[in-house]
């Protein structure tokens, strides 16, 4: 039996000013901090010790990861950061603030184009001040203009079933750090959600979840670490 734990940032600057955020890279507040120290202390009290770390290339994402390894003595283990774990591109509502944005453009709208599987919000303006085309972690990257759940369930599978799943499959204890909607990715896979129901799934800041796995397959449901 292996175990993989996920875990979502601490709360960013712009979770808490309530700017859609994607792939601008954004830092942790001190909450989210204090978020990641705890789930850090949780898994050290709960004896669930990652071996192997993965992570996206956005600092609150990879902060999280560190100070969480930090707080459970595991920040020797070996860490791999890749694009692939992002958080899904908000493309041109990136920025924008998500209680004016429902007032421009109605609730309804703004749930299909956060929740909703395959709608994509606008696409990002080439002039855009959020352009991360020329971005040096994206070099030889074809940087997306916007992803719905379903663009970024494409490109986080992929790297699941090469990178990640092999070391689960050899009895890792693999952690991942990512993001609200990379993880919702991931869950929709291994808990087998469909594509209407995952409209329904939040994923909160700096909690452990919990799945673990028989070989290569998964053993069993999801659970919080700290309900075990
Ligand atoms: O990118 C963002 O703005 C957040 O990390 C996730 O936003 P959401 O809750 O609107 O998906």
New binding site residues.
């Given amino acids: 039996m292996s175990k993989l734990i996920l875990v979502r940032h601490g709360q960013?600057e712009?979770?808490l000013a309530n700017?859609?955020?994607?792939w601008?890279d954004v830092d942790l507040t001190e909450k989210g901090e204090t978020e990641a120290r705890q789930a850090g202390e949780l898994m050290k009290a709960k004896g669930v010790l990652p071996t192997t770390a993965f992570t996206s290339v956005q600092k609150r994402a990879i902060k999280t990861l560190n100070i969480a390894l930090e707080a459970c003595d595991r920040l020797w283990i070996p860490a791999t950061r890749d694009w692939h774990l992002n958080?899904?591109h908000?493309g041109g509502l990136t920025g924008l603030n998500?209680q004016e944005t429902r007032e421009k453009h109605g609730d309804e709208q703004v749930h299909i184009w956060?929740?909703s599987f395959d709608v994509p919000p606008p696409e990002l303006e080439p002039d855009s001040e959020f352009d991360l085309s020329d971005d040096p972690r994206y070099a030889g990257i074809d940087v997306p203009r916007t992803e719905s759940l379903k663009l970024t369930i494409e490109r986080v599978l992929p790297y699941w079933e090469e990178a990640i799943l092999p070391q689960l499959g050899k009895g890792e204890t693999v952690i991942i750090s990512a993001?609200?909607?990379s993880l919702?990715a991931l869950v929709k896979h291994l808990s087998g959600i469909s594509d209407d129901e995952i409209t329904g799934l939040?994923i909160p800041t700096g909690q452990p979840i919990i799945y673990e796995f028989d070989g290569t397959q998964v053993s069993g449901e999801r659970y919080y670490l700290k309900d075990s």
């Fill in positions: 960013s712009w979770n700017r859609f955020t994607g601008w958080e899904r908000y998500k956060r929740r993001h609200g909607n919702r939040e």
